[in-house]
């Protein structure tokens, strides 16, 4: 299993980021995936997870109505628009298989200034 994240930077509060995530080494059509994030000094925090035909989307309520997840399983590739950013969701986002981080990439990091 491989998970690549991209797509992370600074911008300011209001702003919109589009992350990415490149998986490869699984049958990524048939899997549940996932974003968390993890904030600095604090611990992994579930964000987003879309089921494998994209029917079911889920939100942690901080993001709701400002994130979408999304995924084109021909590219097996996932992805997470950010809009409104605000400060508080600087931090380092991963993707997954799961809700709580096991088996993620490196991350990206995200930086909301104010």
């Known amino acids: 299993v491989q998970l690549v994240e991209s797509g992370g930077g600074s911008v300011q509060a209001g702003g919109s980021l589009r992350l990415s995530c490149a998986a490869s080494?699984?049958?990524?059509?048939?899997?549940?995936m996932s974003w968390v994030r993890q904030a600095p000094g604090k611990g992994l925090e579930w964000v987003s997870t879309?089921?494998?035909?994209?029917?079911?989307?889920r939100y942690i309520d901080a993001v709701r109505g400002r994130f979408t997840i999304s995924r084109d399983n021909v590219k097996n590739m996932l992805y997470l628009q950010m809009n409104d950013l605000k400060p508080d969701d600087t931090a380092v986002y991963y993707c997954?298989?799961?809700?709580?981080?096991?088996?993620r990439g490196q991350g990206t990091q995200v930086t909301v200034g104010t």
């Open positions: 080494g699984f049958n990524f059509a048939n899997y549940r």
């Open positions: 997954g298989t799961t809700t709580t981080g096991e088996g």
């Open positions: 879309i089921s494998p035909n994209s029917g079911n989307l």
